[in-house]
């Protein structure tokens, strides 16, 4: 059965935002097993290479990951999707509110703001498909054409929700409408 892999927000947990909606739903109608990445060295205090590493273990032991992370998250998961082994790709990447710029960062989130985190070229060799959904109102990155103009330059599938904000609601359709087609492109 392939894995689902959750890398939450800043301060997340398995029972934060839409997680718990759509955990259940991924294993009932889609086979889909998942589990939730915790933010090292803690969930209000999650520091880039730690956090990665947790990622990279959590998809050499999954069988066929797909990779669901979240605003921080997104940060975690794409140096951890650059760095896996050549010949180990990873079938998808869904990245939701991810971003690389924050307006008014805080000094905790400025490590995760450096533009070497991870290399794109390796990004692109490694993801065989890389969904990002952001919204046109995120209130902690404003500039989302900026932002998806970046993730399109890695390859990615962008999609825009007009007024999804950071995507914190208890349910949210259009990151299970990118699970659903993930999984649609990586069946087995």
């Known amino acids: ?10 301060s997340g947990t398995e029972r934060s ?21 915790p933010l090292l060295p803690a969930k209000d205090s999650p520091e880039p290479r730690p956090t990665a590493h947790a990622v990279s273990e959590a998809i050499a032991t999954a069988t066929r990951p797909i990779v669901l992370a979240h605003s921080v998250g997104c940060r975690a998961a794409l140096i951890a999707a650059a760095e896996l082994p050549e010949g180990q790709p990873l079938d998808a990447l869904i990245c939701i509110a991810g ?17 070497d985190l991870f290399d794109p070229a390796r990004l692109r060799a490694r993801v065989r498909h890389l969904s990002v959904v952001i919204s046109d ?22 999609t825009v929700v007009p007024g999804g904000r950071h995507f914190n609601g208890a349910e949210e ?10 999984r649609s492109l990586h069946p087995r």
Request: aromatic share 14%; proline share 11%; no cysteine.
């Open 1 to 10: 059965m392939p894995d689902l892999i959750i890398v939450p927000r800043w």
């Open 17 to 37: 935002d839409f997680y718990p909606w759509l955990i259940p739903r991924a294993a009932s109608e889609l086979g889909l097993a998942a589990s939730v990445v």
């Open 99 to 115: 971003w690389f710029t924050v307006d008014a960062p805080w000094p905790a989130i400025v490590p995760w703001l450096a533009a």
């Open 137 to 158: 109102d995120d209130p902690f990155t404003a500039d989302h054409a900026t932002t998806r103009e970046r993730f399109e330059a890695l390859g990615a599938e962008v």
């Open 173 to 182: 359709p259009a990151a299970w409408r990118a699970v659903e087609r993930a």
